[in-house]
């Protein structure tokens, strides 16, 4: 960490933390994730009343070459959590301030709790390893599947969440709203007309499935977005894309290929039929393979125009993290996965 980067967080935590004195930051660390955004995980140390303190702390800072990010509303993934931690029992990071005055940190931020445990990249050797014997053991596969089915019990009229964020109408609101925003981007970054894409698009209207319920949805929940320790599931990361909208986006995305590839195991630690039954039995709600498969075309297709965003994002200098250029490479292999699960 750059004395620059430490003094300005030093100075913005005696401002926020009354009658502190002694500050120090301690423990910085910068995680390798966090494609869209930049995050930062310390501890601040500090003195008062003749007492000394220490409380871990991470900050989400807004990366304005990250990836979609002209889709994202910044300030949407503080309130969101907001909501969200204050009103559930799920192992969430209770959010703090929400700072627009970029030139703190060279961005808006928002401050959370630090949440313990370490996160692991499913596709390497590391990460799965750790989720094969994860998988074995059976308790994290189990917990993975009782905080998603808890999510999705959660009254989010109840919690507050229709104030400010939109509540689908009708079974097919979500998904047509959806499309839309899919159509939208296909047409933002069309270099020449893909007619796998066109067709992706096209199927996707005539195959859309009514919404059983809604329910937040996270839309990014994969073993890569959770934090773990001594056995258990500790953290669940990386809200950005959440919304009110059809449980099964989240289901279908657990079960996607792109976060399993080769693995016969979802998310490189669950069975298949282990997390339906389950999944099934703790929400009441029937988990259909043709509504699965379709979310799965819908996913792809979603990854397909990721992958277009990075690549345009670092041509066009937005960003200089080679992983957006990696990504932007990575659109012919996307683009075949449509194609797969059309089949092609």
């Not at 104030?163 to 709203?177: A, H, L, M, R």
């Not at 075309?297 to 080679?322: E, N, P």
Request: proline share 4%; aromatic share 14%; with cysteine.
């Amino acid at each position: 960490m750059s004395e620059t980067t430490k003094q300005a967080l030093k100075s913005y935590f005696e401002s926020k933390l009354e009658g502190a004195v002694n500050l120090r930051i301690s423990d910085f660390k910068q995680p390798s994730a966090g494609w869209s955004d930049e995050a930062f995980i310390f501890n601040v140390n500090w003195e008062s009343d003749g007492e000394t303190h220490q409380k871990g702390f991470a900050i989400r800072k807004q990366n304005k070459g990250g990836l979609m990010r002209e889709n994202k509303n910044f300030y949407n993934q503080y309130n969101f959590l907001d909501i969200l931690s204050k009103n559930c029992d799920l192992p969430v990071p209770g959010v703090h301030w929400y700072e627009t005055d970029e030139s703190i940190l060279g961005g808006s931020f928002f401050v959370m709790d630090k949440l313990e445990g370490a996160a692991y990249v499913p596709w390497s050797k590391e990460g799965q390893q750790f989720l094969k014997q994860a998988h074995d053991d059976g308790h994290i596969p189990q917990q993975f599947v009782e905080l998603l089915a808890k999510l999705h019990l959660l009254d989010y009229q109840e919690a507050g969440f229709t104030k400010d964020f939109t509540e689908p109408v009708g079974p097919y609101g979500y998904i047509d709203s959806k499309i839309k925003g899919l159509e939208e981007m296909y047409n933002r970054y069309l270099i020449s007309p893909d007619p796998v894409m066109v067709d992706a698009l096209e199927w996707l209207k005539a195959n859309k499935p009514a919404a059983q319920r809604y329910s937040i949805v996270h839309n990014d929940y994969r073993t890569g977005n959770l934090l773990y320790k001594n056995n258990e599931i500790t953290g669940i990361l990386d809200w950005e894309a959440a919304e009110i909208g059809d449980p099964m986006a989240d289901v279908a995305y657990v079960c996607a290929k792109s976060n399993r590839m080769d693995s016969p195991l979802l998310c490189y630690l669950l069975d298949r039929d282990m997390f339906y039954e389950t999944y099934s039995k703790l929400t009441g709600l029937q988990v259909d393979e043709k509504v699965v498969h379709y979310y799965e075309v819908f996913h792809q297709v979603r990854f397909v125009l990721i992958s277009q965003s990075a690549g345009t994002s670092f041509a066009k200098g937005q960003t200089q993290d080679l992983r957006m250029a990696r990504q932007g490479y990575r659109w012919p292999l996307m683009r075949g996965m449509v194609a797969e699960l059309l089949g092609y």
